[in-house]
Nanobody
């Protein structure tokens, strides 16, 4: 089973930026769409950014124009560059295949607050 480890979260002021990373224990990004999901307190986990096996990206409307998903196949890593962060972006961020498969990682907490 693939292990996924997310990192890069933290506390940032509104308007700030963060870059999240997700490392997979083996290569999956060339054969499966993967995405970044987030779960805010009391809410369901939602997909916010996705990259297909062919490299095509797509985004939820709430993050379009502010977030960018990318990948480094050689490092089995995907990234989420988050700019112009808003308090509404506060959540635990996870990576997984799309649709989700297997065990979720521990996630990385992003807190946007002044």
């Amino acid at each position: 089973q693939v292990q996924l480890v997310e990192s890069g979260g933290g506390l940032v002021q509104p308007g700030g930026s963060l870059r999240l990373s997700c490392v997979a224990s083996r290569s999956i990004f060339s054969i499966s769409p993967v995405g970044w999901y987030r779960q805010a307190p009391g809410k369901e986990r939602d997909l916010v950014a996705r990259i297909s096996s062919g490299g095509v990206t797509s985004y939820a409307d709430s993050v379009k124009g502010r977030f960018t998903i990318s990948r480094d196949k050689a490092k089995n890593t995907i990234y989420l560059q988050m700019n112009s962060l808003e308090p509404e972006d506060t959540a635990v961020y996870y990576c997984n295949r799309d649709p989700p498969y297997g065990t979720w990682g521990q996630g990385t907490l992003v807190t946007v607050s002044s």
